[in-house]
C-alpha cells in the first residue's frame, strides 16, 4: 500500500519535521493507521512520529481522543465536528507539536443518506493554534483507493501546517 507517491510525501514531510523540529500524532479511523504506517516506513521517521492512534470505533473516538458523546450523537463520527475533536484529542493525548485526524467512509458499505463512500473529514492541527480541515468526496473508487488518497491528503495537510509552523529551538536551547 505505501507505494512511490506515498513514499515521496512522507520522505518530505518527515525532512521538514525534522528541520523544524517538529513531532507528530496520527489520529485515524478509516486509514487505519496508513499515515503512521508511511512514515514509520522511512528510516528515521522516530525523530518525528510519536504515535498513531487508530480509533476506527466510536467508543476508542471517545475513550482515546475525548470525542464526546454528543458530537458522535449530532454530527455522526463521519463529521468535520469529529475529525476536529480527534486532533485535538490527539494533540492532548500526546506531548506532540502535530496532530491530523481522518475519519470517513471508505466503503463498500457503510454510506447514510447525506454521507456517501468516499466522503473523507480531515483536521490538522498544531500545538500553536492552527488549524486546517478539508473533506473530500472521493467518490466510490473502491475501499483500497479512498483509504491512499486520505493518506496523501493527511500528509499534504500535515506538511501545510508544518511550514506554516515556527522552528522548535533545539533541546537544551534557552
Not at 45 to 72: C, H, W
Not at 124 to 144: E, L, M, N, Y
Amino acid at each position: 500500500m505505501i507505494d512511490d507517491e506515498m513514499r515521496q510525501a512522507a520522505i518530505a514531510l518527515l525532512d521538514l519535521c525534522k528541520q523544524k523540529q517538529l513531532t507528530v500524532a496520527t489520529a485515524e479511523s478509516c486509514t487505519g493507521g496508513l499515515v503512521a504506517a508511511a512514515l514509520s516506513e522511512i528510516a528515521g521517521s522516530s525523530a518525528v512520529l510519536d504515535r498513531g492512534f487508530v480509533t476506527y470505533s466510536n467508543e476508542a473516538k471517545q475513550q482515546m481522543l475525548g470525542v464526546t458523546p454528543a458530537t458522535i450523537d449530532v454530527y455522526g463520527a463521519v463529521s468535520t465536528e469529529c475529525a476536529a475533536e480527534m486532533a485535538n484529542g490527539a494533540l492532548a493525548h500526546a506531548q506532540v507539536d502535530l496532530a491530523v485526524s481522518i475519519t470517513g467512509i471508505a466503503g463498500p458499505t457503510g454510506a447514510t443518506p447525506g454521507k456517501p463512500i468516499g466522503l473523507v473529514y480531515f483536521c490538522a492541527a498544531s500545538r500553536s493554534g492552527r488549524v486546517i480541515a478539508h473533506d473530500r468526496k472521493f467518490g466510490d473508487i473502491g475501499r483500497s483507493n479512498v483509504r491512499h488518497a486520505s493518506v496523501l491528503q493527511a500528509l499534504a495537510m500535515l506538511h501545510e501546517l508544518a511550514e506554516k509552523e515556527e522552528p522548535r529551538p533545539p533541546a537544551g536551547a534557552s
